[in-house]
């Protein structure tokens, strides 16, 4: 099954030359740097992290500039260059990234995202505004999906998002991945699989939007009974402190041991569970003198939750800040 192109334009590595006498039409270089956003979209997808995605893109941009002038003009698509190289070091960060979350303390969850209009006051409204601002918010960057993107081999993963969500031919995948188009046709096959295992059947916005809401509801109330009611039997939860705060170090599974959970969680008079937009899904941010100190994503289907991921982790709740 294969998902939309997201970000503006289709990115192709070798797009056909433009007006009717098909003259070249080689970007200036504004338009260089203006491929950042469609790069900020590309990495946060493959790797699941804003501030990762920021340093594959500053690493990427670096290496253009650092280019010799005469090279730089010698790329015929500067676009397809950044691509491929924003690819390549996403490909390498992935492969690190499974080393070092090994170590990570407790369980790792993407970075949630919140929707533009929903930033906390305070943040800037200029053209340097954080990336999130940047990044389309659709499907493939639901937390749902972008758990199972995290059960992928860095190969898959990279050949998927590349080929299934971004509609780059197989030819072009394998130039970034290093492997022939018949491998990349492969792995994202694989890949293909493991998405249409694990996806169930989207409920309306609507109504997702309302379970939440009573969720909400229930959890302020300590309603064990009212929370089981709107939790699938299998339901599990997660929660991502990095070691930095107080989470839970495995997930909570179970519709009875996660009301129970999040009913003994003590809300201290001054925090405010608010319903919010968590990666362009209805979700819920906790709110105390005006720092958001958690963000919760839901899976749901069939107007049960199947999963809820909380992240709590600080370092990850950065463009839920005011600056």
């Given at each position: 099954m294969t998902?939309?192109?997201t970000?503006?334009?289709?990115?192709r590595?070798?797009p056909s030359p433009g007006?009717?006498?098909?003259?070249?039409r080689?970007?200036?270089?504004?338009e260089?740097?203006?491929?950042?956003?469609?790069?900020?979209?590309?990495?946060?997808?493959m790797?699941?992290?804003?501030?990762?995605?920021?340093?594959?893109?500053q690493?990427t941009?670096?290496?253009?500039y650092a280019?010799p002038?005469?090279?730089?003009?010698?790329?015929?698509?500067p676009?397809?260059?950044?691509?491929?190289?924003a690819g390549?070091v996403?490909?390498?960060?992935?492969?690190s990234?499974?080393?070092?979350r090994e170590?990570?303390v407790?369980?790792w969850?993407?970075?949630?995202?919140?929707?533009?209009a929903e930033?906390?006051a305070?943040?800037?409204?200029?053209?340097?505004?954080?990336?999130?601002?940047r990044?389309?918010?659709?499907?493939?960057?639901g937390m749902?999906?972008?758990?199972?993107?995290?059960?992928m081999?860095p190969?898959?993963?990279v050949?998927?998002?590349l080929?299934?969500?971004?509609r780059?031919?197989?030819?072009e995948?394998?130039?970034?991945?290093?492997?022939?188009p018949a491998?990349?046709?492969q792995l994202?096959?694989s890949a293909r699989r493991?998405v249409?295992a694990s996806?169930?059947?989207l409920s309306p916005?609507a109504?997702r939007?309302r379970?939440?809401r009573e969720?909400?509801?229930?959890?302020e109330?300590?309603?064990?009974?009212?929370?089981?009611g709107l939790l699938d039997p299998?339901?599990?939860?997660?929660g991502?402190?990095?070691?930095?705060v107080?989470?839970?170090?495995?997930?909570?599974?179970?519709?009875g041991?996660?009301?129970?959970?999040?009913?003994?969680?003590?809300?201290?008079?001054?925090?405010?569970?608010?319903e919010?937009?968590v990666?362009?899904q209805?979700g819920?941010a906790?709110?105390?003198?005006?720092a958001v100190?958690?963000?919760y994503?839901?899976?749901?289907?069939?107007g049960?939750i199947?999963?809820?991921?909380?992240?709590?982790?600080p370092e990850?709740?950065?463009p839920?800040?005011?600056?």
């Amino acid at each position: 099954m294969t998902t939309a192109s997201t970000a503006p334009g289709d990115g192709r590595l070798d797009p056909s030359p433009g007006g009717a006498s098909g003259e070249d039409r080689r970007p200036v270089p504004d338009e260089v740097t203006g491929e950042r956003r469609r790069l900020i979209n590309l990495a946060y997808r493959m790797l699941g992290s804003l501030a990762e995605a920021e340093d594959v893109v500053q690493e990427t941009y670096a290496r253009w500039y650092a280019l010799p002038r005469s090279q730089r003009e010698a790329v015929a698509s500067p676009g397809g260059w950044l691509t491929k190289v924003a690819g390549r070091v996403c490909l390498d960060v992935l492969r690190s990234a499974r080393v070092r979350r090994e170590r990570y303390v407790g369980e790792w969850v993407p970075e949630p995202l919140p929707a533009r209009a929903e930033w906390p006051a305070g943040a800037a409204d200029d053209g340097t505004a954080d990336p999130a601002d940047r990044v389309t918010l659709d499907e493939s960057v639901g937390m749902a999906f972008l758990v199972v993107l995290e059960s992928m081999t860095p190969a898959e993963r990279v050949a998927f998002v590349l080929h299934d969500v971004f509609r780059y031919p197989f030819g072009e995948v394998a130039d970034i991945v290093g492997r022939t188009p018949a491998a990349c046709r492969q792995l994202a096959s694989s890949a293909r699989r493991r998405v249409g295992a694990s996806r169930a059947p989207l409920s309306p916005t609507a109504q997702r939007a309302r379970v939440v809401r009573e969720f909400k509801q229930a959890w302020e109330a300590k309603d064990i009974r009212a929370l089981i009611g709107l939790l699938d039997p299998g339901a599990v939860a997660v929660g991502d402190g990095g070691g930095l705060v107080t989470a839970a170090l495995r997930p909570i599974e179970g519709a009875g041991a996660v009301a129970r959970f999040f009913a003994a969680r003590t809300l201290p008079g001054r925090l405010a569970i608010r319903e919010c937009t968590v990666n362009g899904q209805p979700g819920l941010a906790a709110h105390l003198d005006g720092a958001v100190l958690s963000v919760y994503a839901f899976d749901i289907a069939d107007g049960r939750i199947r999963r809820i991921w909380a992240v709590l982790n600080p370092e990850k709740l950065r463009p839920w800040k005011p600056r």
